[in-house]
């Protein structure tokens, strides 16, 4: 049983097109996150999610959005993609926040790896 | 500079070989995280610390607050055990994760 899951694993799309990678958590776990993984694997995060409010937002453009209907799905939406925006995608989760309490280990997904032509 | 640097950033090793990668940081920090992440790309959280050491299987890890620096040890290491190793501290005003650029590891039979 998949505790994150990320859909799809693969993204292969023109420039210019609006693409979006879904993530579901199912741990019960307050907070969520996206990452990017460049193509020299340094991950950054991206935006970080607890109990639906966002929390973290990194100096991301305004293209990427995240969506999260409820604690256990974080989308991310990526308008007029750009070559730049390829690399792999990864969401994850932990019980809580992690400037809340302390020391929370984070549960990766597998990955969305994108590839914008 | 990063704020989080790990050496070596390529290891190559004979199955069986003890293996360390090491970890340093620059931020005060609250926790310090191991990322294991397998060619196919999917990322599994191995260890967090925030003093001491810990030890599962066939790793263990260690942190030294007052040096800034941690090690990831494998011990009788294995083909399985190829992967990327990263290294991830929780610091900064937001104790948001800020990561190493990782170690890759290949051990042959």
């Known amino acids: 049983d998949t505790a994150v899951s990320q859909t799809p694993k693969y993204l292969v799309t023109q420039m210019g097109n609006d693409k979006s990678i879904k993530c579901e958590q199912n741990l019960g776990h307050d907070t969520m996150y996206w990452y990017k993984q460049d193509s020299k694997k340094f991950l950054k995060i991206m935006f970080s999610y607890n109990n639906k409010e966002l929390i973290i937002n990194e100096t991301v453009p305004n293209r990427f959005s995240p969506k999260s209907p409820d604690k256990a799905h974080l989308n991310l939406h990526i308008n007029s993609l750009e070559l730049g925006d390829s690399a792999v995608y990864f969401c994850a989760s932990s019980q809580s926040f992690l400037g809340v309490t302390l020391q929370e280990t984070q549960y990766f997904g597998p990955g969305t790896r994108l590839l914008v032509l | 500079k990063n704020e989080v640097e790990q050496s070596p950033q390529n290891l190559t090793a004979q199955e069986g070989e003890f293996i360390t990668i090491n970890c340093s940081y620059s931020v005060g920090i609250s926790a310090l995280h191991w990322l294991q992440q397998h060619p196919g790309g999917g990322i599994v959280s191995l260890f967090m610390?925030?003093?001491g050491k810990k030890k599962h299987g066939r790793l263990i890890a260690t942190i030294n607050i007052q040096e800034k620096h941690s090690s990831l040890h494998i011990t009788a290491s294995h083909p399985r055990d190829s992967a990327v190793y990263i290294c991830?501290?929780?610091?900064?005003?937001?104790?948001?994760?800020?990561f190493g650029t990782g170690t890759r590891l290949q051990v042959f039979p």
């Open positions: 610390l925030s003093s």
């Open positions: 991830a501290v929780q610091g900064g005003n937001t104790d948001k994760l800020i």
